[in-house]
């Protein structure tokens, strides 16, 4: 994947120093720059043991459940590049949102995931035409 270089420090930070990493990584939580917040949910969740996920995953609920589309975005990045079956109902929930922006980041996330319990919704965006080629992915 693509990613800016400040996300990439901190994933590679997280898979160096594993939970020694966490006091860096939550601090980055609470940075206005979602590509910071990117990489360090990302660390956490993957390299941070349950501690790093404990830390996380209300922030990452947080954001799925934001009126701000761009948390929304976000939490769908986040949960695509962790690629754990555990968020799929987060993500259903994100595949439905009534914005074409967070559901295409929703449904790049569900090719991921590879999870049966998305497939009937992924149909679905088969048939709108806006997210049509984003689904076939």
Do not use: W
């Not at 997280?14 to 939970?19: D, F, G, I, V, Y």
């Not at 995931?113 to 076939?136: M, N, W, Y």
């Amino acid at each position: 994947k693509n990613r800016p270089l400040e996300s990439e420090a901190l994933l590679a930070l997280a898979a160096l120093q594993e939970e020694e990493a966490t006091p860096t990584l939550q601090a980055s939580l609470d940075h206005t720059n979602n590509i910071i917040r990117f990489g360090a949910l990302v660390g956490l969740l993957l390299y941070g043991g349950q501690s790093g996920k404990q830390i996380a995953e209300p922030v990452l609920s947080q954001l799925a459940r934001s009126d701000t589309p761009e948390d929304r975005i976000l939490a769908a990045q986040v949960i695509g590049a962790v690629a754990d079956p555990q968020y799929c109902t987060t993500l259903m929930r994100l595949l439905a949102d009534d914005r074409p922006c967070v559901q295409k980041e929703a449904l790049i996330a569900a090719g991921e995931l590879h999870e049966p319990r998305l497939v009937p919704l992924l149909i679905d965006k088969l048939e709108d035409g806006q997210l049509r080629s984003t689904a076939k992915r």
